[in-house]
């Protein structure tokens, strides 16, 4: 049986190694022909088992893409979305398709991805609640840690507003204290000293760098949903970026 990662960035890259690191036989698609793997335009995939799903979270034809790819991938046992996407996009998949579509969001830092991806629990997700327990037991096969959400529409927002989201909202208020900060004259790094034994034994006062959000992660991931009360994520991280210029 073959595993087929569709896009092969920093996290379909990632999870091509961890697959065949776990025995796996896999085969990697990219419109970049340099990054595919096993994989050529002419190539015929064998017994395809699972489809994973790694493009960009903001592409506009991720939905068509995907189901296109499932209609070509005949005797296809399942597709997994491992994409950061718009809320709600699993499920419009699913219904275009028979084949069993869930969701599993990545997580980890860019720079030891393979290393956090085996650390962290995967969470994987379905809309199906009856799910074939053989589907179930070879998805956890292919992960060190699994753990399941009731709906994908729960991990989609997870991703989005506990990951994502929350790390940005933390960097917000590390800008803002840095910018009153240096408005009244005061050394940032000397008043966050305060936070120190706290956060060993609360755990809840981390000091973050007050650095401008930039990257692939947090803004363009809050661009996937329509909440204007999280707008001042982006509102604070503007005003930073000018009081730093």
């Not at 050529?40 to 017994?47: D, R």
């Not at 050394?187 to 755990?203: A, P, Q, T, V, Y």
């Amino acid at each position: 049986m073959t595993d087929i990662i569709l896009g092969m960035g920093e996290v379909g890259e990632t999870l091509f190694d961890l697959l065949v690191e776990r025995n796996f036989d896999c085969v990697g698609i990219d419109v970049d022909t340099s990054r595919c793997k096993n994989y050529s335009e002419n190539s015929t995939i064998k017994n395809p088992e699972c489809l994973h799903i790694c493009l960009p979270g903001g592409l506009t034809e991720i939905i068509g893409v995907t189901t296109n790819w499932i209609s070509k991938l005949v005797g296809l046992q399942m597709v997994l979305i491992h994409s950061t996407v718009k809320p709600g996009t699993t499920k419009k998949i699913q219904k275009n398709s028979k084949v069993p579509v869930l969701f599993s969001p990545v997580r980890g830092i860019h720079e030891r991805f393979l290393e956090d991806v085996k650390r962290y629990t995967k969470f994987i997700a379905s809309d199906n609640r009856q799910i074939d327990l053989k589907l179930k037991s070879d998805l956890e096969k292919r992960f060190h840690k699994v753990d399941w959400m009731s709906t994908t529409k729960t991990a989609e927002f997870a991703k989005i507003l506990v990951d994502t989201t929350y790390y940005g909202w933390l960097i917000n208020y590390a800008q803002i204290t840095k910018m009153i900060c240096d408005k009244e004259g005061i050394d940032f790094d000397e008043m966050w000293k305060f936070s120190n034994e706290i956060h060993e034994n609360l755990g809840n006062r981390p000091k973050m760098y007050p650095g401008i959000i930039g990257g692939h992660c947090v803004i363009p991931n809050l661009n996937l949903i329509e909440y204007e009360d999280l707008d001042i994520i982006k509102k604070i991280n503007e005003v930073y970026s000018k009081f730093k210029k």
